[in-house]
């Protein structure tokens, strides 16, 4: 009993360290993360938006959530994937790793660091998406579960390619190509009538799929049954993810 209640302010001290670190490392990008995260998304909203106006409130919905998915992938999965690339080229991992610091304190702190950097960027398209293209929101309490569970994965798959890439050139590349295969391989910005069977039963395996369709529901509504499967999907596959970075990590500490 002794040694739980003595852990447990070690491990907390750990992540909050670790978050702080991550936080002050990057506070100087923030002219960066204007541009991807809210002007690149704002620019698709006024491209995609002119095609769907006249096609219903349906095709300008998938436009509002897919934009504000790309903000995410830009400011979670990409940075996440850009921080552990160049962590390991310049040895951090390797430092930090023969300190006695938890290799999953060390991802949840950087998950949740970007997450924070990436919530300015995500309520300015959120609430300028929306007035550019008239969609009016109904926002759901939800939303406080939704959006947490569709950074995880994503920002997951970010830690998964910075760990496993050979350089930060190559960690960038592939990071360009899954964030362009997963927002447009699935009904993201294209609502699932319009798109081709093949491409749909290829979506299933994609978690923008499920992000996509869970920030519908709790953005514009209605919220309905398929969230849960929605959000059983993504907390799934945020496990996987997470789990697959760290197993991937080498580390030294215990």
């Not at 998938?62 to 962590?87: D, P, R």
């Not at 300015?120 to 569970?149: H, K």
């Not at 997963?182 to 499920?210: D, K, M, Q």
């Not at 596959?237 to 990590?249: D, P, Y």
Request: with cysteine; proline share 5%.
């Amino acid at each position: 009993m002794r040694r739980s209640q003595t852990e447990r302010p070690r491990i907390g001290a750990q992540f909050i360290d670790l978050w702080l670190m991550q936080l002050s490392n990057w506070r100087w990008s923030w002219r960066a993360m204007v541009v991807t995260g809210i002007f690149a998304p704002m620019m698709s909203i006024a491209a995609l938006g002119a095609f769907a106006h006249g096609r219903g409130q349906e095709a300008l919905t998938y436009v509002l959530t897919g934009s504000i998915l790309l903000s995410l992938m830009f400011e979670n999965q990409n940075k996440v994937a850009q921080n552990f690339a160049f962590m390991k080229a310049m040895g951090t991992l390797d430092f930090l790793g023969t300190l006695p610091v938890r290799r999953y304190m060390v991802i949840l702190a950087t998950v949740l660091a970007f997450f924070v950097l990436s919530a300015p960027a995500l309520v300015v398209t959120l609430l300028l998406g929306s007035t550019l293209l008239g969609v009016g929101l109904s926002v759901s309490w939800l939303v406080l579960v939704v959006v947490p569970l569709c950074v995880l994965p994503l920002a997951g798959i970010g830690a998964v390619i910075g760990v496993l890439a050979r350089t930060q050139e190559e960690s960038s590349s592939f990071t360009l190509l899954v964030t362009m295969l997963l927002l447009f391989f699935g009904p993201v910005f294209i609502p699932a009538s319009r798109l081709p069977p093949w491409l749909l039963t290829v979506s299933h395996i994609s978690p923008t799929t499920y992000a996509a369709s869970a920030l519908r529901q709790v953005l514009v509504g209605p919220v309905t049954g398929r969230l849960w499967i929605d959000l059983l999907v993504l907390a799934v596959l945020s496990a996987v993810t997470l789990w697959f970075a760290g197993s991937r990590m080498q580390w030294k500490a215990n």
